[in-house]
């Protein structure tokens, strides 16, 4: 009788830790680094709640991430551009899907000022001239006489190709220090009152925001709810969430979560825009 309660003890102990009560559902979510914050809030909030989900977060970059959804080393890239063709036709040739994008916020691409710089508001043609070197000094742009110090984001970053493809659309200048994320780039120009950057609007945080506008005849704005929702501010954009196929079971419960009312509210917390 002894062995048979001993036996038993040991398969209820078994059965007890390798059930349902103790699985854990773990998600694996990668990349850009303007979502990390966000995707971190999302994660810790949703687990709270969730006692039996891992969601594991980290960023690198939006290439990075959706290089690792290609590889089969994440279940969720985030990226703060859309994928590119030949990325979808790396992960058609390996998965024969074309993946799945879902938008899950809005962000305005900020240009981060020092707060001693007199420079309140740029047009995209500006932006376009400073990034690419053709202006190189504040006054050209109703500035202090000094030299303008440019920086950004490496080339694995979202944000770098979208400020290339939406608003430079040339080279950028060999002058750019780039730097490994946007709160790398708020910190620099924080600390260097002739620098300008550019990044995602939950990081400016110590600087100034310049009011953008489209040309020199359009009103100038910044990157807020409104006018984000109005379509007014001209560099705003999608941030999104990759993966190879439909989700589904805990994947689908996090993803639905996120889209949801509670998960908007996290996005508008956090410094971005809900996608309503």
Partial sequence: ?????????????????????????????????????????????????????????????????????????????????????????????RYNTLGVEIPCAKDGVTLFLNEANKVQELTLKQLADIYTGKTRNWKEVGGNDAEIRLYGRENSSGTYTYFHDEVVKADYSATVQSLPGTAAVVNAVKKDVNGIGYGGAAYAVGVKHAKIKKDANSTAYQPTAESIKNGEYPISRYLYMYLRNRPTGETKKYIDWILSSEGQMVVTEVGYFPLK
């Fill in 1 to 93: 009788m002894k062995n048979i309660n001993k036996t038993t003890a040991i398969l209820m102990i078994f059965t007890l830790f390798s059930g349902s009560a103790f699985s854990q559902a773990k998600i694996t979510v990668k990349g850009s680094d303007t979502m990390v914050i966000l995707a971190q809030k999302w994660a810790e909030l949703y687990m709270k709640n969730n006692k039996t989900s891992v969601i594991q977060v980290t960023g690198g970059g939006s290439g990075v991430g959706l290089t690792a959804l290609i590889n089969g080393t994440t279940d969720i890239a985030n990226s703060s551009r859309p994928m590119k063709q030949t990325e979808i036709e790396k992960l058609k040739a």
